[in-house]
């Protein structure tokens, strides 16, 4: 059986590095691995050794690998920092001048991607696949294919005539497409925040204040007036936390129990599943729009949790966009996608009229690939997925 896998990682900044010169890899994670993979696969320079939190756990491999109180003040080797956050990159910047390091030794890898066909190491940061019908019959079970056609029954898309869409936030990964009605002022929450605020920011210029929620930050990358900041997430669980609780928690918290009216943003890298499953019904009515990413559709063990979260929300909102996020796994099936990520926008059903179609084709003009080296995912005509294909769907 034929199958074409297209590997896509982040890419070593050999420029930035003279042939031959020893390097430190700072971070030894996905990208840190890849680094070095394409280190000595060229032989390009040396890697006099690699910095990790968890040194710990690599005593045995073939590289030192230390924690970075092994870094001493006249190190003169350049340090090539591995991580894909910018907060965590000026917090790595800042301990390493704190540590002594001069700035000029300091070096951070661009977000460039490579692209290698065949590839299907697991160091991999996602894949496409490419399989023809026949293919797809064979490799796929009835599992996978009821799931896609109860997803698409459960994402029909609204036309909403009387209002224009915009995009909300940067134009790449981090922007959302919503209905450009917004109130003069009015309260956003936003969860999930990593290194990016450009719909926080966008937001916040129209007026709202921003409450925003990322426990895996100590800090925003950039300040607002009106930007509201808490190192806490949203529980996907009944298990609450001091770190994690529910949104009714921080509504109560923030005095917005009683507020009509809000904008509710979310990506939280799959506790959005648990999310609407644990969310009260009336919770969710106090949010004029919703948007989010939906995480994990190509993974048997969250088709239950992925559907249940879908009928919660389509109970009070109607969905009126869709986008494929080509910064995730995709398969395609004779020309058709089915991606492991999907950014969704829901607006209150009782806010505007909506008419059903036929006849939405993806992407739209103001979308924008959320991996800007690589091309946007063909979504097609959307509402007609599975009427008229070469598979059959049920």
């Not at 648990?274 to 004029?288: A, I, M, S």
């Not at 395609?332 to 990520?341: K, T």
């Amino acid at each position: 059986m034929k199958k074409n896998t297209v590997s896509i990682y982040q890419l070593f900044p050999f420029e930035k590095v003279c042939r031959g010169e020893e390097i430190i890899l700072y971070g030894f994670g996905k990208i840190g691995k890849r680094y070095l993979a394409q280190i000595e696969e060229t032989g390009y320079c040396k890697v006099k050794y690699i910095v990790d939190q968890r040194a710990s756990e690599y005593r045995n491999f073939r590289i030192p690998v230390h924690t970075v109180d092994f870094l001493k003040q006249d190190e003169n080797a350049l340090i090539v920092v591995t991580v894909y956050s910018e907060t965590e990159r000026r917090e790595i910047i800042k301990t390493l001048l704190d540590r002594g390091i001069h700035r000029t030794q300091i070096i951070t890898g661009d977000h460039r991607v490579a692209v290698e066909e065949g590839c299907t190491g697991g160091s991999d940061l996602f894949q496409i696949s490419c399989y023809t019908a026949e293919e797809a019959k064979a490799c796929f079970d009835s599992g996978f294919w009821s799931f896609w056609a109860e997803l698409n029954r459960q994402l029909k898309i609204k036309r909403i005539s009387e209002k224009p869409l915009a995009r909300i936030g940067k134009e790449d990964d981090g922007g959302y497409i919503m209905i450009d009605d917004f109130r003069s002022s009015g309260t956003a929450y936003s969860f999930g925040i990593s290194d990016d605020v450009s719909w926080d920011m966008d937001m916040a210029d129209r007026g709202y204040e921003i409450f925003m929620y990322d426990h895996t930050i100590h800090k925003l990358p950039f300040e607002h007036e009106r930007f509201h900041f808490f190192k806490k997430g949203i529980a996907d669980s009944e298990d609450t936390s001091q770190e994690l609780n529910s949104l009714e928690r921080y509504l109560e918290e923030n005095g917005h129990s009683d507020h009509d009216g809000m904008i509710l943003k979310m990506d939280v890298e799959g506790a959005e599943r648990g999310f609407f499953h644990l969310v009260r019904q009336d919770t969710l009515r106090r949010f004029d729009q919703i948007v989010f990413e939906l995480h994990g559709l190509l993974s048997r063990e969250y088709y239950t949790a992925i559907l249940s979260a879908l009928k919660k929300i389509n109970e009070t909102h109607e969905l009126f966009h869709v986008h494929g996020n080509n910064h995730g796994n995709v398969i395609w099936i004779d020309q058709i996608p089915f991606p492991e990520l999907l950014e969704l926008s829901f607006v209150r059903k009782d806010l505007y009229k909506t008419r059903e179609t036929e006849n939405i084709t993806l992407p739209l003009d103001i979308d924008r690939p959320c991996l800007k080296e690589f091309p946007d995912i063909a979504l097609g005509n959307w509402n007609r997925r599975g009427k008229e294909d070469s598979v059959q769907w049920d």
